[in-house]
C-alpha cells in the first residue's frame, strides 16, 4: 500500500506521542504509587509509634490495657490496629473482641513483626484473604529500657491507594486523550506544512521529467529543502541547454543527410534499418517506413548482404562498386563504415553513391576517343605517305602522277579540316555553360539561306530540293545555329538521294509550336539504325558516308542543338513512299 509522505509524518508523530504518553503513565503510575504507600507508611509508622508510648506511659501492665488502647486507636486512625505481646500472643486488635481474642494465632512469624522486633521497625504488603485486598503492616515495638515488651502494629487495606491510582488513571487518561486530539491537530497542520514543499519539489520534478525543462523552483526555503531546490533548478536548466543543443545538433544533422547527394543508410549489426536519407529512398524507390526493416527488404542483391557481412565481420572501412538492377542497371560506389569504432557492434554506415551516370559518360568518352583515332588515322596515314611517295622523288620522276597524289593529299586534309571543325563544334555545344542567344526569327529565311548553301551541290547530283510556300512563320531560335541544322539536314538528304530525287523542307505549327522537317525519296534508313542515328559516328554505311565526305557528326551536332532550342528530333522512313524524313521541333517567335 502507497503511504504519502503527509501521512508517514503524521503517523510518526503520533507513533512518538504514543510511546511518550505510555512511558509518562508508567512512571507517573510508579513513582505515584511508591509516593502514596511512602507516605501511608509514614503516617502509620508515626501513629503506631505514638500509641506506643501512650501504651509505655499510661499504664505499667500492658496486657489490661492493651483492648481498650487498641480499640481507641483504631477508630482515630481508621486503620485496623493490633498489639502483640513479645511472645506473639495478639493482646488487643481494633477489630476483634476481647474474648475471641485467645483465638488469634501467634503472631510472631509474621515478617513485619519479626522485623520490628530485630531493626525496630517492620513493614510489610501482604495479601488478605480475609478482606481479599492487599494490606499495609506497621510495627513498632514497645520498650522500655531497653526491655521489649511487645509490638504495635499498624494496618490499612491498600485499596484506597488503589482507589487514588483509579483517579490518577482516570485523569491521566482524560490528559492524554485531549493531548492525543491536540497532537493529531497539530501533528495534521505540520505535516501539512512540512509536506508541502515537498508535494511543490515532486510536481515539479515529475514535470521535469515530462520534458518541461522551463519549470523552476522558488527560492524561498533556506534550509536542505532549499538546496535540493537549487539543484534541481540547476539541473533542470542543465538539461535544457543539453536538449537545446541536441535538438539543435539534430536539425543540423537532419539538413546535412537530407542536403546529401548521396544515400546514407544506418544498420544494426543483426542487418535492421535504423537510418535512411531522402536521397537513399528516393535511389532505392522506398520510403521513410523502412526504418526497422532488414537490408533485405531494399534489395536482394547479393553483392549488397555480402559488403554488409565482410563490414560486420572484419570490423573494417569498405569501398566496392556494384551494380545492382531495379529501376535499370545501376551502379554504386558504396562506402560501409562499422559504426562505434572496430567491432562494429553497433552496426554499419553505408553511403551510396549512384555513379551510373559517370560509368555512362566515362563509356562515351572512350568511345568518342576511340573513334576520333580511328576517324583520323585513315587522312593522316594516306597524307603521311603521300607525301614521303613525293619527297621520294615523285615530283621530278613523274610530275603527273605528283599532280594526282597532291590532289589526294588536298582532299585529306579537307577531310580533317571537317572532321575537327565537326568536333569542335560539337565540344563547344557540350561544353558547360554553353548558351544560345535566341530570338524571334523568321524560318522560312533561315531554310532559304540553308538550302543556298547545298543548291549547287544538289544541282550537281541533279536532286531538287523544294522550299515551303513563302509565310511568315516566327521561331525562337538562334538563326546561325538553326542554319547549321537545316545545312546539315539538306546536305544529308541530298547526299542519301539518288539523282532525279527531290528533296523537300516542310514548316508547320501549332499552338506554341512549330516543326521543321526535311524529307527526301531516296533509299531511307534501315528500321534497326533509326534509332541510334543521332549517335557521335554513327553510320549505317562507313564507306559510303567517307566517299561522300561525311564525318558521323552531322546528326549528333543537330541533335544537340535543337536540344539547346528546347526542341526534339525525330528521323522516319516515309511509308509507303520511299525516302527518310529528319524533322525537328521548335519554340513559336512573336
Ligand atoms: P554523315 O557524316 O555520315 O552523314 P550523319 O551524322 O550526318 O553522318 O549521318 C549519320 C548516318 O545517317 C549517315 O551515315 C547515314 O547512314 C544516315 N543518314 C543521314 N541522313 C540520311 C538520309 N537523308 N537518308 C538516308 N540515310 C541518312
Known amino acids: 500500500m502507497k503511504m504519502s509522505f503527509r501521512s508517514k509524518l503524521m503517523l510518526s508523530y503520533l507513533a512518538l506521542l504514543l510511546v511518550m504518553s505510555t512511558a509518562i503513565y508508567f512512571y507517573l503510575n510508579h513513582s505515584l504509587q ?5 507516605s501511608l507508611k509514614e ?30 486507636a483504631g477508630r482515630s486512625s481508621a486503620a485496623r490496629v493490633t498489639i502483640i505481646d513479645h511472645q506473639g500472643r495478639v493482646i488487643g486488635d481494633s477489630e476483634i473482641p476481647v474474648d475471641k481474642l485467645a483465638e488469634v494465632e501467634n503472631h ?17 504488603i501482604r495479601y488478605s484473604a480475609t478482606i481479599r485486598t492487599d494490606m499495609l503492616y506497621v510495627a513498632v515495638p514497645l520498650a522500655s529500657h531497653g526491655d521489649q515488651r511487645g509490638i504495635v502494629r499498624f494496618a490499612l487495606p491498600l485499596s484506597s491507594v488503589d482507589q487514588a491510582l483509579n483517579r490518577m488513571h482516570t485523569m491521566l487518561g482524560i490528559g492524554l486523550c485531549l493531548a ?35 519549470r523552476r523552483l522558488p527560492n524561498v526555503w533556506h534550509d536542505e529543502l532549499g538546496d535540493l531546490a537549487r539543484i534541481m533548478n540547476e539541473m533542470a536548466a542543465r538539461l535544457e541547454e543539453q536538449l537545446l543543443t541536441l535538438s539543435r545538433e539534430k536539425s543540423r544533422l537532419d539538413a546535412i543527410l537530407k542536403g546529401m547527394g548521396e544515400g546514407l543508410m544506418v544498420t544494426d549489426r543483426q542487418g535492421f534499418i535504423s537510418l535512411v536519407n531522402p536521397a537513399f529512398c528516393s535511389l532505392f524507390g522506398v520510403t521513410e517506413g523502412v526504418i526497422g526493416a532488414p537490408l533485405s527488404h531494399i534489395s536482394r542483391h547479393p553483392a549488397l548482404h555480402e559488403s554488409f557481412s565482410r563490414v560486420c565481420g572484419s570490423g573494417c572501412e569498405l569501398l566496392e562498386e556494384m551494380t545492382l538492377k531495379f529501376a535499370g542497371d545501376k551502379v554504386l560506389l558504396t562506402h560501409w563504415v562499422p559504426l562505434g569504432g572496430d567491432s562494429a557492434s553497433n552496426g554499419v554506415v553505408a553511403v551510396f553513391h549512384d555513379i551510373t551516370d559517370i560509368k555512362r559518360l566515362e563509356n562515351i568518352r572512350k568511345d568518342f576517343v576511340a573513334n576520333v583515332s580511328h576517324e583520323l588515322r585513315t587522312p593522316v596515314t594516306v597524307i603521311k605517305g603521300y607525301a614521303e611517295t613525293l619527297l621520294d622523288g615523285l615530283i621530278k620522276d613523274n610530275p603527273e602522277q605528283a599532280q594526282k597524289f597532291i590532289a589526294v593529299i588536298l582532299s585529306h586534309s579537307e577531310r580533317l579540316t571537317t572532321l575537327i571543325t565537326d568536333i569542335l563544334n560539337l565540344s563547344e555545344l557540350e561544353s558547360a555553360g554553353f548558351a544560345l542567344e535566341l530570338h524571334s526569327c523568321e524560318v522560312e529565311a533561315v531554310v532559304r539561306r540553308a538550302a543556298a548553301m547545298v543548291e549547287k551541290k544538289a544541282a550537281a547530283k541533279g536532286v531538287a530540293v523544294v522550299l515551303p510556300e513563302r509565310s511568315v512563320t516566327k521561331a525562337l531560335a538562334d538563326p546561325g545555329r538553326l542554319e547549321q541544322v537545316l545545312v546539315n539536314l539538306l546536305d544529308n538528304a541530298v547526299k542519301y538521294t539518288p539523282s532525279g530525287g527531290r528533296v523537300e523542307v516542310l514548316v508547320d505549327s501549332d499552338a506554341d509550336m512549330l516543326s521543321v522537317a526535311v524529307r527526301d525519296n531516296g533509299a531511307g534508313v534501315p528500321e534497326e539504325s533509326i534509332p541510334r542515328l543521332f549517335e557521335r559516328f554513327y553510320r549505317v554505311d562507313a564507306g559510303r558516308s567517307r566517299s561522300e565526305g ?19 528530333v525525330k528521323a522516319e522512313n516515309n511509308r509507303p513512299a520511299r525516302g527518310a524524313t529528319f524533322s525537328f521541333t521548335l519554340q513559336k517567335g512573336d
Open 34 to 38: 511508591v509516593s502514596i504507600v511512602g
Open 43 to 72: 503516617t502509620l509508622g508515626s501513629e503506631a509509634k505514638l500509641t506506643a508510648s501512650m501504651m509505655l506511659r499510661d499504664s505499667a501492665d500492658i496486657r489490661h490495657s492493651a483492648p481498650l488502647l487498641a480499640m481507641e
Open 108 to 124: 510472631l512469624d509474621r515478617p513485619e513483626v519479626r522485623q520490628a522486633l530485630a531493626t525496630g521497625r517492620g513493614e510489610s
Open 180 to 214: 492525543l486530539l491536540l497532537s493529531l491537530i497539530l501533528s495534521d497542520i505540520f505535516s501539512r506544512l512540512t509536506s508541502r514543499p515537498l508535494r511543490q519539489i515532486a510536481a515539479t520534478a515529475a514535470g521535469i521529467g515530462k520534458g518541461d525543462f522551463s
Open 550 to 568: 561525311g564525318t558521323g557528326l552531322g546528326l549528333a551536332i543537330v541533335k544537340h542543338i535543337v536540344q539547346l532550342h528546347g526542341g526534339t
